[in-house]
């Protein structure tokens, strides 16, 4: 493939009905095989290029945890073959032309894009098959990579007007319409830096808690499920815990004191946390948002109820209540990390008294 420069675009995609097999992927040749399974049973119900969605946001060990699909005009149910609303999305998007072996870089330069305008990914980017999949002559794939958007500023507006009402929220949001997702990475963190400092001023901190934490990236349900199951089973958290395991993605192993879960996040680039020196060396490593890597020691405190979110969603679930979620520390006011307090009901903790 000759060097050449690659154009980015900014798309939304609309949701769309998919036939897929998600199965761990160990070699690229595995999804030749899958989509020629698609093709047989879905046959004249395809309407739409093939495509291949990754799914970071699972514990799969051993491979990539990968869906072959298809968009279809029907829901199809046969075998491995299930089909599923795929939602929509913000996204940018590059098209390669090429071996799918040289596509990695591409897809690494498409990533840094969007960071540089100050975006959190989502978990499942995309390669949507323009010609292909696996033409005889590698040289004439056509492959649109998407690097699909997290939509924290819409959550954050959304909940800034739900929890504050019209009036205030607007107060807080002032400025937000001049940031396009085309604004760099200063301009975007300049804005929510300020709002976010107005949100400080006018809430309380159970409102504060409210908005931010519900802009969380959204945790997987089969990772809800799994440890939800256990709790329901034995009507123990340190069951929980026992079964979460040093690899859980995403979140250290939590550990309990009395009624207090305490978790945090492992660092997004260990080795140079491990070098870091200076606090904006620390943010810098540790956090894997680029809003903050952006912002730095300006960013306020409270940001981090966004990483609290994350354990929310995972801890309210499995316990079938809401339950008090503190900061407990954040690099961005001096820490080494962003660690969060959970607190449990007497009724989680076999051998606590209740009543």
């Known amino acids: 493939m000759s ?18 097999i998600r199965a761990p992927v160990f070699r690229r040749d595995d999804l030749k095989e ?9 046959g004249e119900r395809i309407c739409g290029p093939a495509m291949a969605i990754y799914r970071w946001d699972t514990d799969v060990k051993e491979g990539l945890d990968m869906e072959a699909a298809y ?19 913000e996204a940018f998007t590059t098209v390669y032309k090429g071996p799918y072996d040289q596509m990695a870089k591409v897809f690494g330069e498409l990533h840094d894009y969007r960071a540089s305008r100050g975006l959190a990914a989502e978990l499942n980017p995309r390669e949507v098959y323009l010609k292909g999949p696996f033409e005889d002559n590698p040289e004439d794939n056509v492959t649109e990579l998407q690097t699909t958007i997290h939509p924290w500023e819409s959550r954050f507006k959304d909940r800034t007007r739900k929890v504050l009402g019209e009036q205030k929220g607007s107060m807080v949001l002032e400025g937000s319409k001049k940031i396009t997702p085309l604004s760099s990475a200063e301009e975007r963190s300049d804005w929510v830096v300020t709002a976010i400092e107005r949100l400080d001023r006018i809430a309380d901190e159970d409102q504060k808690c409210q908005v ?8 997987p349900v089969e990772d809800i499920q799994r440890f939800k ?12 815990l026992r079964a979460y395991g040093k690899d859980q993605p995403w979140v250290e192993k939590p550990y309990r004191e009395d009624q207090i879960l305490y978790t945090s996040k492992p660092p997004s680039d260990l080795e140079a946390y491990a070098k870091a020196r200076t606090q904006d060396e620390i943010i810098k490593a540790y956090c894997y948002c680029p809003i903050v890597k952006a912002a730095l020691e300006r960013m306020p405190r409270i940001f981090c109820y966004c990483g609290a979110g994350w354990a929310e969603q995972l801890w309210n679930e499995v316990l079938g209540e809401p339950l008090k979620i503190d900061i407990v520390s954040t690099v961005v006011d001096g820490g080494k990390l962003c660690k969060f307090a959970v ?8 051998g606590m008294k209740t009543g």
């Open 34 to 42: 899958r989509f020629k399974k698609l093709e047989e049973v879905c």
């Open 212 to 219: 931010i934490a519900k802009c969380a990236h959204d945790r």
């Open 3 to 20: 060097e050449e420069k690659h154009k980015y675009e900014h798309k939304h995609i609309d949701d769309m009905l998919i036939a897929f």
């Open 71 to 89: 968009p279809v005009s029907e829901a199809i149910e046969s075998g491995e073959i299930h089909s599923r609303i795929l939602p929509g999305f």
């Open 229 to 240: 199951e256990i709790f329901d089973k034995t009507q123990d958290i340190d069951e929980v």
């Open 343 to 350: 607190y449990l009901p007497e009724h989680a903790v076999k």
